[in-house]
């Protein structure tokens, strides 16, 4: 497996990440991304029977456990990791669950060409060379076989400023999503369909506790797709929803 200096990097940063025990500061803000995660969830759902899917930076193993539910006909998790991959087998074992994981690079993995019906991924396509890595999984999925994430945006100047003030937070080489890696998304796949989330529901973000139980987030949410139908409140999202085919 070769691996770019940018790649090292990133394996080392989530090698060091998986082995500590407590959490980061900065995850208790995904609370504001519950409903991009229900509709990541749902999409899959009504996607994955009888399907071949890979989880592209499957991480600890997390979503593949949920999307195991799905009646899919395989599902392959990898990860340039080696402790966030050992974490993984460790876990679906424990849970009983048939999913097989493997250290590979994201950027030029060990399939074969058309392998997949679906590859997901929850947070990964920011930490990689977003030609690179959506070529590969342009060459690694079937005809007509679809690609849905969740990413970042890096265009919301106070997140942003966050970011930077935070280094230690994220690895050195990440970089949210801007209208360019947008752009080469539909300009290599068919009928791109991009959902944004995180604007109203992040700023606020202490006024509730629980998402998924609470009124005040589903308002916020619901106000937040009513503003985003307009370009300009688009850019104050912090995350995004993909699904796209390969054409």
Same mark, same amino acid.
């Given at each position: 497996?070769?691996?770019?200096?940018?790649?090292?990097?990133?394996?080392?940063?989530?090698?060091?990440?998986?082995?500590?025990?407590?959490?980061?500061?900065?995850?208790?803000?995904?609370?504001?991304?519950?409903?991009?995660?229900?509709?990541?969830?749902?999409?899959?759902?009504?996607?994955?029977?009888?399907?071949?899917?890979?989880?592209?930076?499957?991480?600890?193993?997390?979503?593949?456990?949920?999307?195991?539910?799905?009646?899919?006909?395989?599902?392959?998790?990898?990860?340039?990791?080696?402790?966030?991959?050992?974490?993984?087998?460790?876990?679906?074992?424990?849970?009983?669950?048939? #999913?097989?994981?493997?250290?590979?690079?994201?950027?030029?993995?060990?399939?074969?060409?058309?392998?997949?019906?679906?590859?997901?991924?929850?947070?990964?396509?920011?930490?990689?060379? %977003?030609?690179?890595?959506?070529?590969?999984?342009?060459? %690694?999925?079937?005809?007509?076989?679809?690609?849905?994430?969740?990413? =970042? +945006?890096?265009?919301? =100047?106070?997140?942003?400023?966050?970011?930077?003030?935070?280094?230690?937070?994220?690895?050195?080489?990440?970089?949210? +999503? %801007?209208?360019?890696?947008?752009?080469?998304?539909?300009?290599?796949?068919?009928? #791109?369909?991009?959902?944004?989330?995180?604007?109203?529901?992040?700023?606020?973000?202490?006024?509730?506790?629980?998402?998924?139980?609470?009124?005040?987030?589903? %308002?916020?949410?619901?106000?937040?797709?009513?503003?985003?139908?307009?370009?300009?409140?688009?850019?104050?999202?912090?995350?995004?929803?993909?699904?796209?085919?390969?054409?």
């Amino acid at each position: 497996m070769q691996l770019s200096k940018e790649n090292i990097r990133e394996k080392e940063f989530h090698n060091n990440l998986q082995s500590q025990k407590k959490g980061r500061f900065e995850d208790i803000f995904y609370k504001a991304l519950f409903n991009a995660s229900e509709d990541f969830f749902e999409h899959l759902k009504k996607s994955c029977q009888d399907k071949l899917i890979l989880d592209y930076g499957c991480g600890i193993g997390n979503t593949a456990e949920k999307v195991s539910k799905y009646n899919a006909k395989s599902i392959t998790g990898i990860d340039i990791s080696e402790v966030s991959i050992s974490k993984a087998k460790a876990f679906v074992q424990e849970k009983k669950i048939n #999913v097989q994981f493997k250290v590979d690079n994201c950027e030029e993995s060990s399939f074969e060409n058309g392998t997949f019906d679906i590859v997901y991924g929850a947070g990964i396509l920011h930490h990689l060379k %977003i030609d690179k890595c959506l070529n590969e999984i342009h060459r %690694i999925l079937k005809k007509e076989g679809e690609l849905v994430f969740i990413e =970042p +945006l890096g265009t919301n =100047p106070l997140i942003n400023i966050y970011r930077k003030l935070t280094p230690s937070s994220r690895s050195p080489d990440e970089h949210p +999503l %801007i209208k360019s890696d947008l752009n080469f998304i539909r300009e290599k796949y068919d009928d #791109v369909r991009i959902k944004y989330y995180g604007f109203l529901t992040l700023i606020f973000f202490l006024f509730y506790k629980s998402p998924e139980k609470s009124k005040i987030f589903r %308002i916020l949410a619901k106000l937040d797709q009513f503003l985003f139908k307009l370009n300009f409140f688009k850019f104050f999202a912090w995350s995004i929803l993909i699904i796209a085919k390969k054409n």
